[in-house]
């Protein structure tokens, strides 16, 4: 019988609290247990603590979990929970992503101060992201606005936004859903003209693989239809190499025992793309999604990506 409370490790803005809370609500309900069962331990990120540069100049998305990952490892956490859209493909030795709650809606939110719209906002106006997939998108489908990197916490950008920094910023509807603000948005993006990174709208649950215990308590929250989508996401943006200096974009729907799959990549200012599409077993996820990222890094050709190392 589980004597401790199992110690649930997540960073500390509102939106990650919110996701490690839905997590534990999901666990008491599986198990029937109280909440205090279960402990979140709250870890400030380097990716938190510096806010004032793009990540592609600090180290990429593992700096929002390198020290959740260091506590993972040596036993002070049992879990911890993460965006999967924020977590590298290569995972520290022994560590593995063994559960995903069910997907949240995956689409992008424009959130307007001038326009309501993308495509209404005047010449020349000014968007913040923090993404270079966003970016490159908005470049790709409006070259004539001025894009700038907009980083900070969801209540920091939407802050920036109403002081008047930029005429408009985007963010993950799903991140907007769970904190309870989507009365911000002006327009949801649709997927076919501005696709999401991969892994967008998904918690992973990230834990030690040689943990029979923690994968056991796991197993009823896990979302498998959910978990087949990243694997082949995943597979795809680990083919290309992907960080957080590349625009890649990418979304596997699953269907019965079918999975359609969707990428893109993207030169930065959006004026070069490549397409890829693929469909198969839902069993295959991961060897689909490698085969397109291969596709794509073939249609692309190595300047491609040289272009901007």
Not at 251 to 271: E, K, Y
Request: glycine fraction near 10%.
């Amino acid at each position: 019988m589980q004597m401790k409370p199992y110690r649930i490790g997540t960073r500390g803005s509102p939106l990650a609290l919110a996701q490690a809370s839905e997590t534990r609500a999901r666990l008491m309900v599986a198990h029937d247990l109280p909440e205090e069962a279960f402990e979140i331990v709250v870890l400030s990120t380097k990716g938190d603590r510096i806010t004032d540069r793009p990540l592609s100049e600090i180290g990429g998305k593992g700096l929002f979990t390198e020290e959740l990952e260091e506590q993972l490892s040596d036993g002070r956490l049992d879990l911890a929970v993460h965006s999967t859209k924020d977590m590298p493909t290569a995972l520290p030795e022994g560590l593995g992503l063994v559960a995903f709650l069910e997907r949240e809606d995956v689409r992008d939110a424009f959130i307007g101060r001038t326009a309501q719209r993308l495509a209404d906002l005047p010449l020349n106006a000014v968007v913040g992201s923090s993404s270079l997939r966003r970016q490159a998108l908005i470049r790709r489908l409006r070259p004539d606005l001025s894009v700038i990197t907009f980083r900070g916490q969801v209540e920091t950008r939407l802050r920036k936004l109403e002081e008047g920094q930029v005429d408009a910023t985007l963010l993950a509807h799903a991140g907007l859903k769970r904190l309870g603000n989507t009365e911000v948005i002006t327009e949801l993006l649709d997927p076919e003209s501005f696709p999401p990174a991969p892994g967008q709208g998904a918690i992973c649950i990230e834990a030690r693989t040689d943990d029979a215990r923690v994968a056991g308590l796991l197993a009823p929250i896990n979302h498998a239809d959910t978990q087949s989508a990243l694997a082949c996401e995943r597979a795809f943006l680990a083919a290309l190499d992907g960080s957080c200096r590349t625009p890649i974009a990418g979304l596997a729907r699953v269907s019965g025992d079918r999975i359609s799959f969707s990428g893109m990549i993207l030169t930065p200012d959006g004026s070069v793309w490549h397409q890829v599409k693929a469909e198969g077993l839902a069993s295959d996820a991961a060897a689909l999604g490698r085969a397109a990222g291969d596709e794509a890094r073939a249609k692309a050709g190595p300047g491609f990506f040289e272009s901007w190392d």
